[in-house]
């Protein structure tokens, strides 16, 4: 399964390696990530996969909203099961 974590905020040094800590934490595997900086607020897009994950998706969830508290940025995960209910009638 995959799903897609997004981080917003404003741009502060170490933001990528702390969000990959707690993917490595986790057996998260990043596959692909984009991110940019717009109008000094930091956006990154990372789509990960949850197959090997070490917790459940709730914790998963609790986990990075911890970490957006902690780094005072907007951090949200979605599952690609919600992304395909969005395009089934």
Known sequence: MKAVITVIGRDTVGVVAKVSAVCAELNINIEDISQSIMQEMFCMIMLVSLNH????????????????????????????????????I
């Open 53 to 88: 994950c070490t917790a459940d998706p709730a914790a998963v969830r609790d986990r990075f909203a911890a970490l957006g508290e902690e780094m005072k940025m907007q951090v949200t995960v979605t599952r690609q099961e919600v992304f395909d209910a969005m395009h089934t």
